[in-house]
């Protein structure tokens, strides 16, 4: 997973930057009294935060389908460290359609768990 800044941190980062440089330019501490605590702030979010580490494995029960024959989708996520919101969803092709269950998931794990779910297709055409 890659880190993206959120808007609030772009503005936080902003804002420093213009009251660093206009603390430099006009050589008032108060400025950098304002801008090194929010730094220091974002800073310390950022670091603490995180990927989660997941293991994903995807099964299926059979490797070939003609119309009209059923499929079986067997996904397993395990959590080797905690994750507190995940969302999982799985798109489909055109000319498949969703028979049982749900292709999309959402849930949480600690550390060590484990979520299998599954979910049926009907082959509805060729392709």
Avoid at 4 to 29: C, E, K, N, Q, Y
Avoid at 40 to 46: E, H, Q, R, S
């Amino acid at each position: 997973m890659t880190t993206r800044l959120t808007r609030l941190a772009v503005s936080v980062l902003s804002l420093v930057a213009v009251a660093l440089f206009l603390g430099v330019l006009t050589g008032r501490s108060e400025l950098f009294l304002v801008g090194v605590p929010l730094l220091a702030t974002l800073l310390w979010t950022t670091a603490g935060t995180r990927s989660p580490e997941c293991v994903v494995t995807h099964e299926i029960s059979a490797d070939r389908l003609l119309e009209g024959d059923w499929l079986t989708v067997t996904v397993t996520v395990e959590a080797r460290s905690g994750a507190p919101l995940i969302e999982l969803l799985e798109p489909l092709p055109a000319t498949v359609e969703l028979a049982a269950g749900r292709n999309r998931a959402v849930f949480g794990l600690r550390s060590g768990q484990r979520v299998r779910w599954t979910y049926d297709l009907r082959c509805a055409g060729r392709g």
